[in-house]
């Protein structure tokens, strides 16, 4: 089965508990962002499209495989990916 993949946005929270508490697992506490600058970015990409911010929550079946999240400018067209996670669970079993 493939990998299904779901935006997060300001009015589709679905998943992002388990999303921080994979980022939670994943980064150390010595480089991790408080969560309220995942939710600020949310409301940032709200009201600035169509420079946007980016949230994607990758699912197989119902488990968590992975999320990334970015930033896209469109008066440059360019943009940046400012994480990207694999579930540690998952690693190394053919879904990258």
């Given at each position: 089965m493939a990998i299904k993949w779901v935006e997060i946005t300001e009015e589709n929270f679905t998943e992002f508990e388990r999303v921080l508490e994979l980022y939670n697992q994943v980064f150390p506490i010595e480089v991790r962002e408080p969560q309220y600058i995942f939710?600020?970015?949310?409301?940032?990409?709200k009201e600035r499209r169509p420079n946007n911010y980016h949230f994607l929550v990758g699912m197989k079946e119902n488990?968590?495989?992975s999320f990334?999240?970015?930033?896209?400018?469109?008066?440059?067209n360019s943009g940046f990916i400012v994480y990207i996670v694999t579930n540690p669970l998952i690693q190394s079993k053919g879904l990258g």
């Open positions: 939710y600020r970015s949310l409301q940032y990409a488990q968590l495989v990334a999240t970015g930033h896209y400018f469109a008066g440059v």
